[in-house]
């Protein structure tokens, strides 16, 4: 009992351990690559034309803004450091449980960006029609009864609401290569 | 006076009235809870149809669907943790904790009372102060404006949650995504690269419901096991007790009327809003809690305060618009287009002019406040069922409707990419513990900041007006003790405790 209870703890301290290598080294990827596109923006935005009636022009705020967050960047970066330096390497497979565990998020937002970008090709009825039963399908709606609310559920979302928004609100919602 | 006010009592208590106010205040709760549909939307779409009706039933009705649109925002923040509206931003703060602990129905209760008080607050105010507040609110120049900022951008130290750094990087993440597009003034594209995508800028709208819908509703979904064995976004036993909520409310009286006070006031300034009334009312209650440290973990005082402050711009909107003729919100704006459809000239004569259909819409602020209370507290058990919806059903809806509300916004396709680019850093950035509120805050104050910024030096180069205008003063004055009482919280909040020793 205390041995499995002990090996309980030792996954739990290595998943802990894990979580936080893992954390910031998305910190530090993820300021670096903004530090550097900040700083490009900073250079970019002293182009920006001045006004000869005011003594700021278009690029003195945002380069306020811009100077701000690069040093923010940097003092993030600098406060993960010692996370590394502290943890002990990735165990293996952990990348690999990560993934397995968003797997469903990662779906989702590749559906999602899927619907999103054939909207304007399908339109909104076509494009939304299939995202929705693929969707629910994906997120566990699998039993023949469940399919058939879902695929219900998707037409009065897509069609449906497509006609609301045209005959009672007047707006078009994109209607794609049928016009 | 009382002729007026016997007048306009006659003109608004009359079955179509009353009817068309129903059906006003029904729309706007549930159109608010969509996700993207806001409350200012709901009002255009209602002024067509109040062209063919008196002038104070049109009115009245819009103010219908305004007040009920500032209750309808909390539902979708308590429920699924996104704000259904911009001025629900701070509800999900402590209403969605509590929903998710198993108390929907508390966080809804109370919600619906905080805003009934809001409401009422409000029109007392707008009844007893509107010309001297109005004439404040009319002082304020671009040096007012831009302290005002400031002091409301130092509630971003109290929104960063266990790091500072990062809840301030936020915070400027947000005042930089506000300057991509045009600028305010001189009209020049900054940031665009070229890109059609990004030309005419990031709508704020599409910024919140990317950061909060597309990034929560990822967050959902990342436990497989429970998501597809068909788990509901809340479980357990839901209760929905009013009348327990309706105690729990008048226990703080405190907040309740500092939090519609702050909604008055900053619904009375021209360019404020809700959104901004949501989250300073939430700071200040945070800031004069007993318990601040229940903040952001359900805490009724957290519920109150949002929903009070948000409800209670309503009235102060009103107190410009009536007073001099000047709207204090878009929504106002509409609103004042709806009297001048009607021949109502709006300025400081309206109330001497038109005193009935002035009175008429004070006491149509009172009725759409009842009646608001009586259509929730009536179907909130209906909204409650949304939380026994499994995830699988809920998330590629709500999705879908997020969709349909960023491109609705401006009839764009580039704002439904926009949407799905700023969704995934929401969803990276809450991976990182990165609190989003500074962001979508910086989002919302950037342009008013940077405007209010250079139209000040524009007009005199000398900075130190800043500081030697009593009102900008004032305001600069309450942004460094508010900084300082922050950093006093934090320190105690990192302090090691004996215990841990």
Redesign the interface.
Known sequence: MSDANHNARSLDDRAHIDAKRA?AW??II?NAILALL?AF?FV??GE??S?M??????????RI??A??VV??V??II?ELPSLKQTSALSQGAVRAWL??????FG??IL??L??AA??ILG?RWA?LP??IV??YL???RSTK?LV??TV?ALA??FG?ESL?RHV?T????RGMWG | MLEAILLGADQLFTFTTMLTMLVGVTVGVIAAAIPGFTITMAIV?TLPLTFTMPPLQGVSTMLAVYIGGYTGGMISAALLGIPGTPSAVATTFDAFPMARNGEPGRALALGIWASFFGTLISTLVLIAAAPPLALIAVKLGAWEYFSLVVFALTIVASLVGRSM??G??AG??G??IA?VGA?P??G?T??TFDLRLLSAGIPFLVVLIGIYA?SQ???E????DQ????RQLITGRIEFRPFSALREVLKNPINLLRSSMVGVFIGAVPGAGGSIANLLAYDQAKRGSRHPEDFGKGCSEGVIASESGNSATSGGGLIPMIALGIPGSAVDAVLMAALMVHGIGVGPRLIMDNADTVYGMFMAMFVAGAMMLVVCLLSMRLFLKVTNI????I???V???C??GA??LN?R?TD??L??GI??VG??MT???YPLAPLVLGVILGPI??TN??RA??TN?DWTLFFTRPISAVLLGLAVISIALAIRYHLRQNRPRPEDA
């Open positions: 954390k998305g910190h993820f900040f923006m970019r935005a920006l034309p006004s009636w005011e003594p700021m022009g278009a690029g003195t705020f945002p803004v811009l701000f967050l923010f960047n003092m993030i406060k397995i565990e968003h797997r469903l998020a989702v937002l999602f960006g619907m999103t909207v304007p909104f939304s995202f929705l969707c629910q997120l566990g709606a469940a609310i879902a559920i979302l897509s609401l928004f609100f707006i078009s919602l994109p | 779409l750094v990062r301030l990087f400027l993440l005042l930089l300057t600028d003034l001189m020049v900054r940031f597309v509703l990822l967050k979904v990342e436990n497989p998501v597809q064995k068909g499994p995830k699988s059903v998330v590629p809806v999705l879908t409707c969709l349909v491109f609705t009839n396709v439904i990419y949407l799905l969704g995934l969803y990276i991976k990182l513990d900041a940077e910024l250079r030096l524009m180069e």
